[in-house]
Protein backbone atom coordinates (compact mmCIF):
# COMPACT_ATOMS: atom_id res chain seq x y z
CA UNK A 1 0.00 0.00 0.00
CA UNK A 2 1.17 3.70 -0.65
CA UNK A 3 2.05 6.08 1.84
CA UNK A 4 1.42 9.99 0.90
CA UNK A 5 1.73 12.76 2.76
CA UNK A 6 -1.60 13.18 2.50
CA UNK A 7 -2.52 9.70 4.08
CA UNK A 8 0.32 10.64 7.02
CA UNK A 9 -1.57 13.39 8.07
CA UNK A 10 -5.26 12.23 7.76
CA UNK A 11 -6.39 10.98 11.41
CA UNK A 12 -7.37 7.62 10.07
CA UNK A 13 -3.65 6.84 9.08
CA UNK A 14 -3.16 6.35 12.88
CA UNK A 15 -4.16 3.43 14.56
CA UNK A 16 -4.93 5.12 17.66
CA UNK A 17 -8.28 7.01 17.62
CA UNK A 18 -8.72 9.87 20.73
CA UNK A 19 -8.27 13.93 21.55
CA UNK A 20 -4.71 13.33 21.68
CA UNK A 21 -4.25 12.72 18.01
CA UNK A 22 -6.99 14.97 16.99
CA UNK A 23 -5.36 18.25 18.50
CA UNK A 24 -2.42 17.07 17.54
CA UNK A 25 -3.48 17.18 13.93
CA UNK A 26 -5.68 20.40 14.44
CA UNK A 27 -1.55 21.99 15.08
CA UNK A 28 -0.49 21.37 11.77
CA UNK A 29 0.26 23.81 9.65
CA UNK A 30 0.90 24.88 5.90
CA UNK A 31 4.75 24.45 6.48
CA UNK A 32 4.02 21.17 8.37
CA UNK A 33 2.41 19.71 5.35
CA UNK A 34 4.91 21.00 3.40
CA UNK A 35 7.71 19.43 5.60
CA UNK A 36 5.76 15.87 5.31
CA UNK A 37 5.91 16.25 1.62
CA UNK A 38 9.68 17.01 0.56
CA UNK A 39 10.43 14.29 3.50
CA UNK A 40 8.07 11.81 1.32
CA UNK A 41 10.16 12.75 -1.68
CA UNK A 42 13.31 12.01 -0.44
CA UNK A 43 12.51 8.86 0.75
CA UNK A 44 10.63 7.22 -2.18
CA UNK A 45 11.59 4.48 -4.24
CA UNK A 46 14.74 5.87 -6.65
CA UNK A 47 13.02 3.55 -9.59
CA UNK A 48 9.41 4.53 -9.20
CA UNK A 49 9.75 7.91 -8.61
CA UNK A 50 5.95 10.26 -8.27
CA UNK A 51 5.30 11.93 -11.45
CA UNK A 52 4.04 15.60 -11.62
CA UNK A 53 0.34 14.07 -11.91
CA UNK A 54 1.01 12.27 -8.43
CA UNK A 55 2.54 15.17 -6.68
CA UNK A 56 -0.45 18.04 -8.07
CA UNK A 57 -2.86 15.15 -6.41
CA UNK A 58 -0.49 15.45 -3.41
CA UNK A 59 -0.09 18.64 -2.86
CA UNK A 60 -4.44 19.31 -3.81
CA UNK A 61 -4.79 16.70 -1.07
CA UNK A 62 -3.03 18.25 1.64
CA UNK A 63 -4.59 21.88 0.85
CA UNK A 64 -7.90 20.43 1.26
CA UNK A 65 -6.94 19.02 4.66
CA UNK A 66 -5.10 22.60 5.83
CA UNK A 67 -8.53 24.44 4.76
CA UNK A 68 -10.54 22.03 6.75
CA UNK A 69 -8.43 22.70 9.66
CA UNK A 70 -9.40 26.11 9.07
CA UNK A 71 -12.72 26.24 8.71
CA UNK A 72 -13.23 23.56 11.77
CA UNK A 73 -11.17 26.48 13.94
CA UNK A 74 -13.25 29.50 12.02
CA UNK A 75 -16.14 27.33 12.95
CA UNK A 76 -15.52 26.86 16.95
CA UNK A 77 -14.45 30.67 16.98
CA UNK A 78 -17.92 31.68 15.15
CA UNK A 79 -20.21 29.52 17.60
CA UNK A 80 -18.37 31.00 20.59
CA UNK A 81 -18.60 34.16 18.98
CA UNK A 82 -22.39 33.94 18.97
CA UNK A 83 -23.05 32.03 22.75
CA UNK A 84 -21.63 35.66 24.11
CA UNK A 85 -23.17 37.58 21.62
CA UNK A 86 -26.67 35.57 22.64
CA UNK A 87 -25.84 35.65 26.60
CA UNK A 88 -24.69 39.17 26.82
CA UNK A 89 -28.21 40.57 25.38
CA UNK A 90 -29.70 38.89 28.68
CA UNK A 91 -27.71 41.66 30.88
CA UNK A 92 -30.35 43.99 32.24
CA UNK A 93 -33.10 41.87 31.85
CA UNK A 94 -34.94 39.59 34.43
CA UNK A 95 -34.86 36.15 33.98
CA UNK A 96 -36.29 33.19 35.47
CA UNK A 97 -35.08 29.41 35.82
CA UNK A 98 -36.86 26.18 35.60
CA UNK A 99 -38.13 24.60 38.47
CA UNK A 100 -35.56 22.67 40.30
CA UNK A 101 -35.68 20.32 43.62
CA UNK A 102 -38.86 20.38 44.93
CA UNK A 103 -40.33 23.24 42.30
CA UNK A 104 -37.74 25.45 43.61
CA UNK A 105 -37.49 28.75 40.86
CA UNK A 106 -34.16 30.63 40.88
CA UNK A 107 -34.48 34.24 39.54
CA UNK A 108 -33.05 38.06 39.12
CA UNK A 109 -31.38 40.37 36.77
CA UNK A 110 -28.81 39.47 34.65
CA UNK A 111 -25.89 41.59 35.64
CA UNK A 112 -22.94 40.13 34.01
CA UNK A 113 -22.10 36.59 31.78
CA UNK A 114 -19.04 34.23 32.61
CA UNK A 115 -18.26 31.03 30.67
CA UNK A 116 -17.76 27.58 32.61
CA UNK A 117 -14.26 25.08 31.58
CA UNK A 118 -16.37 23.48 29.07
CA UNK A 119 -17.53 27.01 27.14
CA UNK A 120 -20.98 27.27 28.68
CA UNK A 121 -22.45 30.76 29.37
CA UNK A 122 -23.49 31.37 32.88
CA UNK A 123 -25.55 34.81 33.88
CA UNK A 124 -24.09 36.36 36.89
CA UNK A 125 -27.62 37.97 38.79
CA UNK A 126 -27.79 40.92 40.99
CA UNK A 127 -27.89 38.75 43.97
CA UNK A 128 -24.78 37.06 43.68
CA UNK A 129 -26.01 34.10 42.94
CA UNK A 130 -25.52 32.43 38.78
CA UNK A 131 -27.36 30.82 36.47
CA UNK A 132 -27.21 28.92 33.47
CA UNK A 133 -28.15 30.10 30.42
CA UNK A 134 -29.24 26.56 29.50
CA UNK A 135 -31.60 26.74 32.94
CA UNK A 136 -33.51 30.14 31.92
CA UNK A 137 -36.77 29.35 31.55
CA UNK A 138 -38.66 33.04 30.94
CA UNK A 139 -36.90 36.64 30.05
CA UNK A 140 -38.59 39.75 30.99
CA UNK A 141 -38.10 43.46 31.77
CA UNK A 142 -36.91 44.10 35.25
CA UNK A 143 -40.29 46.72 35.09
CA UNK A 144 -42.97 44.28 33.66
CA UNK A 145 -41.53 41.53 36.27
CA UNK A 146 -41.85 44.13 39.15
CA UNK A 147 -45.35 45.08 38.17
CA UNK A 148 -46.57 41.16 38.38
CA UNK A 149 -45.34 42.02 42.08
CA UNK A 150 -47.57 44.07 43.45
CA UNK A 151 -50.15 42.79 46.17
CA UNK A 152 -47.59 40.22 46.60
CA UNK A 153 -45.39 39.55 50.00
CA UNK A 154 -41.34 40.38 49.15
CA UNK A 155 -38.60 40.09 51.81
CA UNK A 156 -35.10 41.41 50.24
CA UNK A 157 -31.95 42.57 51.95
CA UNK A 158 -31.18 46.15 50.95
CA UNK A 159 -27.58 46.55 49.53
CA UNK A 160 -27.71 50.20 48.98
CA UNK A 161 -25.75 51.01 51.91
CA UNK A 162 -22.56 47.94 51.87
CA UNK A 163 -22.62 48.98 55.64
CA UNK A 164 -25.61 48.66 56.90
CA UNK A 165 -27.70 45.97 55.60
CA UNK A 166 -30.62 45.87 55.97
CA UNK A 167 -33.93 43.49 55.98
CA UNK A 168 -37.07 44.59 54.29
CA UNK A 169 -40.64 42.53 54.27
CA UNK A 170 -43.78 43.82 53.10
CA UNK A 171 -46.68 44.00 50.50
CA UNK A 172 -45.51 45.70 47.31
CA UNK A 173 -48.34 48.53 47.00
CA UNK A 174 -46.35 50.25 44.17
CA UNK A 175 -43.38 50.03 41.77
CA UNK A 176 -41.26 53.44 40.96
CA UNK A 177 -38.39 54.35 39.71
CA UNK A 178 -35.25 56.03 41.43
CA UNK A 179 -33.27 58.78 40.20
CA UNK A 180 -30.34 56.28 39.46
CA UNK A 181 -33.00 53.95 37.17
CA UNK A 182 -33.45 51.50 39.09
CA UNK A 183 -36.78 49.46 40.41
CA UNK A 184 -38.03 50.61 43.38
CA UNK A 185 -40.54 48.22 45.89
CA UNK A 186 -42.37 50.53 48.05
CA UNK A 187 -43.59 48.10 50.80
CA UNK A 188 -46.92 48.32 52.70
CA UNK A 189 -44.16 48.39 55.80
CA UNK A 190 -43.07 51.73 54.76
CA UNK A 191 -40.16 50.65 53.30
CA UNK A 192 -38.45 50.89 49.91
CA UNK A 193 -36.84 47.85 48.59
CA UNK A 194 -34.74 47.69 44.97
CA UNK A 195 -36.67 44.95 42.65
CA UNK A 196 -32.59 43.68 42.21
CA UNK A 197 -32.50 43.23 46.07
CA UNK A 198 -35.53 40.69 46.64
CA UNK A 199 -34.55 37.22 47.53
CA UNK A 200 -38.25 35.82 48.33
CA UNK A 201 -41.67 36.29 46.85
CA UNK A 202 -44.57 34.64 49.21
CA UNK A 203 -48.45 35.35 49.95
CA UNK A 204 -49.53 38.75 51.05
CA UNK A 205 -51.24 37.06 54.35
CA UNK A 206 -47.83 35.00 54.84
CA UNK A 207 -46.03 38.52 55.60
Known amino acids: ??????????????????????????????????????????????LEPMDNEQMLNQISSIREIEL??????????????QRFASASSLIGQHVTSVPGVGGVTQSGIVV??????????????????????????????????AEKLMGQGVVGLDRQDADHLEVAEGV????????????VLELDSGQALRFRDVVGVMAAELV
Do not use: C, W, Y
Not at 17 to 25: E, K, V
Not at 172 to 183: K, L
Open 1 to 46: METTAASLLAPSASPLQGSDTTNSFSELKGDDFLQLLVMQLRNQDP
Open 68 to 81: NSTLTESLQSLTGQ
Open 112 to 145: GVRFSENGQPILQLADGSELAVAEVNTIETPLHA
Open 172 to 183: VSSVRMNEQGEI
